[in-house]
């Protein structure tokens, strides 16, 4: 609990320490403008591609933002509201104003946030031109650095554009380290002719983020090169074609199925590449990407190992592949996804929390869509699913 306005406000949090791997900032209009270099700032992909509907709902959040922070009671009022989480999205508290989220983290309660960028991604990586790209991602890991330095428990994501190509991307990785990240997001999906992630002249990124003790993200959204897991033919099938999402969510329940696919490619090109064997250090983390697939997709990579091994090289592989998984790999669940079964059918030393806050992904009650599938698990359990495998994630850089 904290004292605010002369009163007691009790925190969403149900035990002191859960970690949160998955929270988000919701950029204003001008804010990758803010932090972006004179001679790129002009010519940056609109906002939100100027779609009038989104920015009538920007609109109305800047100004009621305007009004909490000229207005106490306002300001009260809305932390009298905030366990209702009906405001989420660019209305939710501390959405893009770090002030804000600070109180936003007290009204939560959690002990550490993993902090993703949301609309200027998608702003900045709207841009065929690699000199406007790459400013872009200069201002936007400026940004989020200097929106998570106002609340030690943030923790913001460095972008880090591998697709590049190696030379660009290390020095990308030591901006990071110089700005404080202790988190680097990356792309899975390497661009059309260029080299796989996991080709040697890759290793200098490896070892940078590995030697800076970084932990590396996947994210849904954060795919790199041209990407689709479900052709556009599978919807001319005599159907309504579902709408476009306006964010980074599958829009339907097709393409809800491949979420997860660029993620199982690039992981397992990883293990059989030898990079998580030459980098027994490296920690990645799989996040809003869903869950239940783990469990199949380990013994997936165990049948493909040893139907292969005799086929092809595979001799950096000196584990079972889904040994690297445990080793290196953490992933976050969906609200709703029935976590009990995952973490006795085993996923218990993977599976970290995620509140997905402010998304509406996240759900109004992301703890209590948890906990209806947790009857009855031991408390060490629970540590893990709330604690320990974050704290494994992010080793020194945890509190």
């Known amino acids: 609990m904290r004292a605010d306005y002369g009163r007691l406000i009790l925190a969403y949090a149900h035990r002191d320490d859960i970690y949160d791997a998955d929270t988000h900032m919701m950029e204003r209009p001008d804010w990758i403008a803010e932090f972006a270099d004179p001679n790129i700032r002009g010519e940056l992909p609109p906002?939100?591609?100027?779609?009038?509907?989104?920015?009538?709902?920007?609109?109305?959040?800047?100004?009621?933002?305007?009004?909490?922070?000229?207005?106490?009671?306002?300001?009260?009022?809305?932390?009298?509201?905030f366990m209702s989480m009906q405001f989420k999205g660019w209305h939710g508290l501390g959405a893009f104003d770090a002030a804000e989220r600070s109180r936003a983290n007290d009204l939560l309660g959690f002990k550490q946030y993993i902090v993703f960028p949301t609309p200027a991604f998608d702003q900045i990586n709207d841009t065929?031109?690699?000199?406007?790209?790459?400013?872009?991602?200069?201002?936007?890991?400026?940004?989020l650095a200097t929106f998570c330095a106002e609340d030690k428990r943030m923790l913001g994501t460095a972008y880090i554009p591998l697709g590049a190509g190696p030379e660009i991307a290390v020095r990308y990785v030591h901006e990071a380290v110089q700005q404080g990240f202790a988190v680097v997001l990356i792309d899975t999906i390497p661009p059309v002719g260029g080299q796989s992630f996991t080709h040697p002249d890759y290793d200098p990124v490896w070892t940078a983020i590995t030697e800076a003790e970084l932990a590396v993200v996947l994210h849904i959204g954060a795919t790199g090169g041209p990407y689709q897991p479900v052709p556009d033919e599978f919807y001319n099938n005599g159907k309504p074609v579902p709408p476009p999402s306006a964010s980074d969510a599958p829009p339907d329940a097709l393409k809800y199925m491949g979420l997860q696919y660029n993620a199982e490619i690039f992981l397992a090109a990883m293990i059989f590449d030898g990079v998580l064997e030459r980098f027994p250090t490296l920690k990645i983390g799989i996040v809003e990407l869903g869950a239940s697939w783990i469990i199949s997709w380990m013994k997936h990579l165990d049948q493909a190992f040893r139907a292969f091994r005799r086929l092809q090289d595979l001799s950096q592989v000196k584990l079972l592949p889904s040994e690297y998984v445990r080793r290196q790999m953490k992933i976050t669940p969906f609200a709703g996804e029935d976590i009990g079964w995952l973490l006795t059918a085993g996923a218990e030393d993977l599976l970290m929390f995620a509140s997905d806050y402010p998304h509406h992904e996240g759900t109004d009650d992301p703890i209590g869509r948890y906990e209806r599938t947790m009857q009855n698990l031991p408390d060490a359990v629970a540590d893990k699913f709330y604690k320990e495998n974050f704290k494994a994630l992010l080793g020194k850089h945890a509190i």
């Open 47 to 81: 906002f939100v591609k100027d779609r009038a509907e989104v920015m009538e709902r920007v609109d109305d959040a800047l100004a009621r933002f305007n009004k909490r922070t000229s207005d106490a009671s306002i300001a009260a009022a809305a932390d009298d509201d």
């Open 128 to 143: 065929n031109d690699q000199r406007i790209w790459l400013g872009g991602v200069t201002a936007l890991n400026r940004g």
